[in-house]
């Protein structure tokens, strides 16, 4: 058996105790029975236009919620207009779907919403949404792009942490890494290890107040 979840929706408050959630339940009930599935919980908005979007839509919001924990990846509408009224809406919300993995099948017809083979004006719609979103995203990479280059040429930097010594007080501790790592007159120059352990013997404290550490004195003195 195939497990599902229905949805149903009336649009005025006045339908609400009218035959539109009967009538729906019926289908809905029918096609489940002739198709061995099991319609395991219903989802009901009461008021609701066809051409409201999903944010505005309670027990839509519910359904996908429960779909996005919940084994269930069947959907029964009684038809496509209880879905949205308006087609640029029923595709958005019928994307979430696919997106999910999800088939939403109207009780009706027997027809599979979310088949890929639809009617063309919906593949149509359908393209022409993945396009502009497509448009979007590429809109927002090239203006993340612009921005990070003005404040590359404002600063120097654009991104990542800002490097030890631009910060108060670091200028010294930088310059007194510099002073113990040059070579003395006579003897020998100081690793880096040893330069951490006599900045931890100062106690000289480290941006995130940990220890000193040789990885740390190299990185500095490479810049």
């Given at each position: ?189 100081l690793s880096y290890d040893e330069i951490a352990s006599q900045l931890n013997s100062e106690g000289i404290p480290t941006r995130n107040g940990g220890p ?12």
């Open positions: 058996m195939i497990k599902a979840f229905s949805y149903l929706r009336v649009s005025g408050k006045g339908q609400v105790l009218g035959d539109g959630f009967p009538r729906q339940r019926e289908a809905i009930d029918a096609y489940a029975k002739s198709s061995g599935i099991v319609v395991e919980e219903e989802f009901v908005d009461e008021g609701v236009s066809g051409t409201t979007e999903l944010s505005d839509r309670d027990a839509l919001a519910r359904l996908l919620d429960r779909i996005e924990s919940n084994g269930v990846r069947t959907v029964l509408v009684e038809r496509s207009d209880r879905l949205a009224r308006d087609l640029l809406v029923g595709e958005v919300i019928l994307g979430q779907f696919r997106d999910l993995g999800v088939s939403v099948i109207e009780a009706a017809s027997g027809n599979v919403l979310t088949a890929d083979n639809a009617d063309p004006t919906k593949v149509l719609i359908r393209q022409i949404l993945g396009a502009v979103a497509e448009f979007d995203r590429r809109v927002t990479v090239a203006k993340l792009r612009a921005a990070r280059l003005r404040k590359k040429a404002r600063t120097g930097r654009c991104e990542g942490r800002r490097p030890y010594g631009v910060e108060a007080g670091e200028a010294e501790v930088v310059g007194k890494i510099k002073a113990l790592r040059r070579k003395p007159t006579k003897g020998k120059r000193w550490r040789a990885s740390t004195i190299g990185q500095i003195l490479g810049r």
